[in-house]
C-alpha cells in the first residue's frame, strides 16, 4: 500500500514575496521600491495582501519606520537565502558569465548583524560572484580548503595571515527608547532602574569586566556585580542587541552590532561614556591572495560599508 502523498500548500505570489523580502531586507518600503522599480505604495499594497494571504501580521508600521514582527524575522532570512540562489542560478545558466565562488567565514553575531544586512549591495554590485557564507569550523581554519576570506574579532591582526582592520570597536549604552521613557532613565545615575546587559567573553579574561571598565569611566560604582545583570555568552553577543531592543535592559553593546538598530530607531543611546572594547574587526585571506580579483572586490566594497562604523563612532565618540 502507497503512502499517501500530502499535497504542497498554495504559495503566495512571487511579486508579493519579493516586495516583502525587499522591504524586510532594506527596513523601509521606499528603499524597497526603489530597488524593485516601483512606487512606495505598491510595495505597500503586495505586503498588505501578503499579510492577508498568510492571515499574520509581518511588519508593524510607525511614522518614518517599518520593523519586522517575529512572524516577519522568521520568514524574511529563507526568502532572503531563496532570492539569492534563484540570482545565482539563472546568472550562471546566462551566456558569457563563468561564476566564481567566494566563501566567507566568521562568527553568527557579525554575520547576522553586519555582513547579511548589507550583503545585497555587493551581489548586486558582483553578481558573477557566489558568496557562501559559513561558521562553522571557526575562523581559524585558514587552510587551502578553507575559506577564502574570514573576518575577526580580535585583539591584534594575525600575523600569520594579510588582514585589514575593518573597524575598531567601540562600547556603547544602549536601550530602547520605550524602556528609557517608561523608566525616566536620563543620565549614568539613573542605571539602577533597570537590569544590565551584557557579554561574557573569555577573549578578556586578563581584563576587567566591561560593565566594571565603563563604570569606571563614568564614576559610578561597579555595575557588573549587580544581582540584575542578564549575561550573554559570546557567541550570543547579538542577542544582547536583541534583548536591549526589546526592552529587556541596558546594555553596553558592539557598536558593529548595534549599527542597525541606532540607525533605525530600535535603539538609542542615551549617555555616555563610550568606551574602546580593546579589540577590532579585521578582513583577513592567506597571504598572497590578497590580490585575487574576487578577494579584492569584497575587501574593497567591505572597506567602503565599514566607512560609516567609522561615521558611528566618531559620532559617539564625541557624547
Given at each position: 500500500m502507497k503512502a499517501a502523498i500530502m499535497p504542497l500548500s498554495r504559495l503566495p505570489s512571487l511579486s508579493s514575496l519579493r516586495a516583502f523580502e525587499a522591504a524586510a531586507r532594506r527596513g523601509s518600503f521606499k528603499a524597497a521600491a526603489t530597488e524593485l522599480h516601483v512606487t512606495a505604495g505598491a510595495v505597500s499594497q503586495q505586503i498588505k495582501g501578503l499579510e492577508a494571504d498568510l492571515g499574520v501580521i509581518l511588519f508593524t508600521r510607525k511614522i518614518r519606520a517599518v520593523h519586522l514582527t517575529p512572524h516577519g524575522q522568521a520568514l524574511q532570512p529563507v526568502l532572503s537565502d531563496a532570492f539569492l540562489a534563484i540570482r545565482q542560478a539563472v546568472d550562471a545558466i546566462r551566456p558569457g558569465k563563468t561564476p566564481t565562488r567566494l566563501r566567507i567565514n566568521s562568527s553568527g553575531p557579525i554575520i547576522g548583524k553586519w555582513l547579511l544586512p548589507r550583503l545585497h549591495r555587493f551581489t548586486e554590485l558582483r553578481p558573477d560572484i557566489f558568496v557562501n557564507i559559513e561558521t562553522e569550523g571557526g575562523v581559524n581554519a585558514m587552510t587551502e580548503d578553507g575559506p577564502d576570506i574570514v573576518i575577526r574579532y580580535a585583539h591584534a591582526a594575525p600575523s600569520d595571515?594579510?588582514?585589514?582592520?575593518?573597524?575598531?570597536?567601540?562600547?556603547?549604552?544602549?536601550?530602547?527608547?520605550?524602556?528609557?521613557?517608561?523608566?525616566?532613565?536620563?543620565?549614568?545615575?539613573?542605571?539602577?532602574?533597570?537590569?544590565?546587559?551584557?557579554?561574557?567573553?573569555?577573549?578578556?579574561?586578563?581584563?576587567?569586566?566591561?560593565?566594571?571598565?565603563?563604570?569606571?569611566?563614568?564614576?559610578?560604582?561597579?555595575?557588573?556585580?549587580?544581582?540584575?545583570?542578564?549575561?550573554?555568552?559570546?557567541?550570543?553577543?547579538?542577542?544582547?542587541?536583541?534583548?536591549?531592543?526589546?526592552?529587556?535592559?541596558?546594555?553596553?553593546?558592539?557598536?558593529?552590532?548595534?549599527?542597525?538598530?541606532?540607525?533605525?530607531?530600535?535603539?538609542?543611546?542615551?549617555?555616555?561614556?563610550?568606551?574602546?572594547?580593546?579589540?577590532?574587526?579585521?578582513?583577513?585571506?592567506?597571504?598572497?591572495?590578497?590580490?585575487?580579483?574576487?578577494?579584492?572586490?569584497?575587501?574593497?566594497?567591505?572597506m567602503h560599508e565599514a566607512a560609516v562604523l567609522t561615521t558611528l563612532n566618531a559620532l559617539h565618540s564625541e557624547s
Amino acid at each position: 500500500m502507497k503512502a499517501a502523498i500530502m499535497p504542497l500548500s498554495r504559495l503566495p505570489s512571487l511579486s508579493s514575496l519579493r516586495a516583502f523580502e525587499a522591504a524586510a531586507r532594506r527596513g523601509s518600503f521606499k528603499a524597497a521600491a526603489t530597488e524593485l522599480h516601483v512606487t512606495a505604495g505598491a510595495v505597500s499594497q503586495q505586503i498588505k495582501g501578503l499579510e492577508a494571504d498568510l492571515g499574520v501580521i509581518l511588519f508593524t508600521r510607525k511614522i518614518r519606520a517599518v520593523h519586522l514582527t517575529p512572524h516577519g524575522q522568521a520568514l524574511q532570512p529563507v526568502l532572503s537565502d531563496a532570492f539569492l540562489a534563484i540570482r545565482q542560478a539563472v546568472d550562471a545558466i546566462r551566456p558569457g558569465k563563468t561564476p566564481t565562488r567566494l566563501r566567507i567565514n566568521s562568527s553568527g553575531p557579525i554575520i547576522g548583524k553586519w555582513l547579511l544586512p548589507r550583503l545585497h549591495r555587493f551581489t548586486e554590485l558582483r553578481p558573477d560572484i557566489f558568496v557562501n557564507i559559513e561558521t562553522e569550523g571557526g575562523v581559524n581554519a585558514m587552510t587551502e580548503d578553507g575559506p577564502d576570506i574570514v573576518i575577526r574579532y580580535a585583539h591584534a591582526a594575525p600575523s600569520d595571515l594579510h588582514s585589514i582592520k575593518l573597524h575598531t570597536e567601540l562600547l556603547i549604552p544602549v536601550a530602547s527608547p520605550q524602556l528609557l521613557a517608561a523608566r525616566g532613565i536620563r543620565s549614568p545615575d539613573d542605571l539602577h532602574k533597570a537590569p544590565i546587559l551584557h557579554v561574557a567573553n573569555p577573549m578578556r579574561k586578563r581584563q576587567r569586566p566591561a560593565w566594571a571598565r565603563w563604570s569606571n569611566v563614568a564614576g559610578l560604582a561597579d555595575q557588573s556585580t549587580r544581582q540584575d545583570s542578564v549575561m550573554f555568552q559570546p557567541l550570543a553577543a547579538d542577542q544582547v542587541v536583541d534583548a536591549a531592543a526589546s526592552g529587556v535592559g541596558i546594555a553596553l553593546a558592539q557598536s558593529l552590532l548595534a549599527h542597525g538598530a541606532l540607525s533605525d530607531g530600535r535603539l538609542t543611546c542615551p549617555f555616555g561614556p563610550v568606551i574602546p572594547s580593546g579589540l577590532s574587526y579585521y578582513l583577513c585571506c592567506r597571504p598572497g591572495r590578497e590580490t585575487v580579483p574576487d578577494i579584492a572586490a569584497f575587501f574593497d566594497w567591505a572597506m567602503h560599508e565599514a566607512a560609516v562604523l567609522t561615521t558611528l563612532n566618531a559620532l559617539h565618540s564625541e557624547s
